[in-house]
């Protein structure tokens, strides 16, 4: 099966659910940052994987790893988005694999300022 990873700030995070039969879950509501549209996500943590969610605070930048699952319930179909981890970022208590993934810092100094003509200096080879 594949991975997936979304990366998004904590919108709302929903009390745990405890359904009769032992089985427990906790949702959390992820608004995506790379989209002209922001779109509000629903992840679930199941069981053992609410753990997870302990030190996540509404307003936190995440990055989370889930995978889709799907099932059928009187000829209805269902989609779920199933974490099964979830890394603070942006100073927010990020974890040593998220600050192994950011992105360095570009070595290209200050764009010139494109209002002054001699800011772009005369490199022009004609």
């Known amino acids: 099966?594949?991975?997936?990873?979304?990366?998004?700030?904590v919108k709302k995070i929903l009390?745990?659910?405890?359904?009769?039969?032992?089985?427990?879950k906790q949702e959390i509501v992820v608004t995506?940052?790379?989209?002209?549209?922001?779109?509000?996500?629903?992840?679930?943590?199941?069981?053992?994987?609410?753990?997870?969610?302990?030190d996540i605070r509404e307003a936190d930048r995440v990055r989370l790893s889930f995978d889709?699952?799907?099932?059928?319930?009187?000829e209805r179909f269902f989609v779920n988005l199933s974490g099964w981890r979830i890394e603070k970022l942006d100073g927010s208590g990020s974890s040593?694999?998220?600050?192994?993934?950011?992105m360095p810092a570009d070595n290209f100094g200050t764009p010139p300022d494109l209002d002054d003509p001699d800011a772009l200096g005369d490199d022009l080879p004609f």
């Open 1 to 9: 099966m594949a991975q997936y990873e979304f990366t998004g700030t």
């Open 15 to 24: 009390p745990v659910f405890n359904a009769s039969s032992g089985f427990s």
């Open 32 to 54: 995506s940052e790379d989209d002209r549209y922001p779109q509000d996500v629903v992840f679930e943590f199941v069981k053992e994987k609410m753990a997870l969610l302990e």
């Open 68 to 74: 889709l699952r799907g099932r059928e319930y009187n």
């Open 96 to 102: 040593a694999a998220a600050s192994d993934d950011a």
